[in-house]
């Protein structure tokens, strides 16, 4: 496994087809599936590590998000990774005035809840595309919004990548795997499947129910509520579209459970097909 730090030096063999994984660290099973799923269909796999201030907001915990590099680089060894590009903020934002805004898939949900959230995102994958230039790109669909607006980053700016959005790795009481886990206390730890949990139950229970917007919002309703009186602090639990990410009146194709909750000071994301 090469560390670059600079773009300088980032000196990859152009003729081999590269697989793309962009991390902001503190590695899990998540991010190994990834990466072996990256050296699997590729001739390299190139590890992005940056924790990308420009996606956190005021008050968020860009300050605290858990960093652990050398244990990173081990992991990522042990996966196959053949390159890890680990550049300072400084090397990826000049001047810093050029932002990358994707409408409609970020008028919702994390978008609403995280003010200038994607246009961080976006923007930080588009420069690190431009610089990698991968073959393709893997992306974990925990984080499902987020592939919604790389897919249309990828299609809107033309860029030549194919995208794969790996399943959710779990816990094995179905917790989604999370950097963000390591801040749950054991309480909260136990807890914390509610989410994943709730999520399932709505979306047996949409498939199943008759195909109304009211009784959609009485199952929706219902779930909030539990989860409300089970600790959960409930920023989302929707039934939405899952290329759009518009609110669905009913279970149809394509439909996906999607949900943001606290436990105390740690947020959780989660979401389900439907
Ligand atoms: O999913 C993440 O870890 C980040 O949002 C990403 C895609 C690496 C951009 O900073």
Redesign the pocket.
């Known amino acids: 496994l090469r560390i670059i730090r600079k773009v300088s030096e980032l000196d990859l063999d152009r003729s081999k087809s590269i697989g793309f994984v962009?991390?902001?660290g503190a590695f899990h099973e998540g991010h190994l599936e990834l990466m072996r799923e990256a050296k699997r269909e590729n001739d390299l796999c190139v590890v992005?590590l940056?924790?990308?201030p420009t996606?956190f907001g005021p008050g968020e915990d860009y300050g605290k998000y858990p960093r652990q590099e050398s244990t990173d680089f081990e992991m990522a060894r042990s996966a196959g990774a053949d390159v890890m590009f680990a550049p300072e903020v400084s090397e990826i934002y000049g001047e810093k005035t050029t932002t990358i805004r994707v409408a409609n898939v970020t008028d919702r949900w994390e978008g609403e809840k995280r003010p200038g959230h994607f246009e961080?995102?976006a923007t930080?994958?588009a420069i690190?595309f431009n610089i990698v230039e991968p073959t393709r790109a893997y992306?974990?669909l925990k984080?499902f919004q987020?592939c919604a607006v790389?897919r249309r980053i990828v299609e809107d700016l033309r860029y030549g990548i194919e995208l794969r959005f790996v399943e959710t790795v779990r816990e094995e009481d179905g917790l989604a795997m999370s950097?963000r886990n390591a801040y749950l206390s054991p309480e909260e730890r136990k807890k914390a499947p509610g989410l994943y949990r709730a999520l399932q139950n709505a979306a047996q229970e949409l498939r199943q129910s008759t195909k109304d917007a009211s009784t959609t919002e009485g199952i929706l309703a219902r779930h909030r509520e539990e989860l409300r009186a089970s600790g959960f602090s409930v920023d989302y639990f929707a039934l939405v579209d899952g290329a759009t990410l518009e609110p669905l009146e009913y279970a149809q194709e394509g439909g996906r459970m999607i949900a943001a909750a606290h436990l105390n000071a740690t947020r959780l994301i989660d979401n389900c097909q439907v």
Request: no cysteine.
């Open positions: 962009p991390t902001m992005s940056f924790v990308n996606q961080g995102v930080v994958v690190l992306f974990g984080d987020q790389i950097s």
